[in-house]
């Protein structure tokens, strides 16, 4: 059987905030540890059913590149969930609503500047 294995080590400073991030994983196309500014993992606890959700993301982090990582993150999840389900219903309101957000966060954008 296949193993395949993700990694990741985060820096913390005194306070216990993540200064840095790396991941490296045996299926990376990418060779080598990469460095990130935020990771979101979430996992299926089958026993109590329910997530158990790790978010964390570094002190360079901005709050616009938070923004966009959480708005590509339920996209994926939409994705996901037509894949896994078939539920287009639910797949089509969660991406309806990553595109509302999206748009938002444009003219947030822009106004910013």
């Given amino acids: 059987m296949k193993k395949s294995e993700i990694h990741f080590t985060v820096e913390l400073d005194d306070k216990n905030i993540p200064e840095k991030i790396f991941w490296e994983a045996t299926d990376n196309p990418n060779e080598g540890i990469n460095d990130t500014r935020a990771i979101a993992i979430a996992v299926w606890d089958h026993y109590h059913r329910g997530t158990l959700k790790i978010d964390l993301w570094t002190k360079d982090m901005e709050v616009f590149e938070m923004k966009r990582f959480y708005i590509e993150l339920m996209s994926g999840i939409a994705d996901t969930m037509l894949t896994a389900t078939s539920d287009r219903v639910m797949a ?13 966060l444009d003219e947030e954008m822009k106004a910013a500047k």
């Fill in 92 to 104: 089509e309101a969660i991406e309806g609503l990553c595109e509302t957000l999206s748009r938002n």
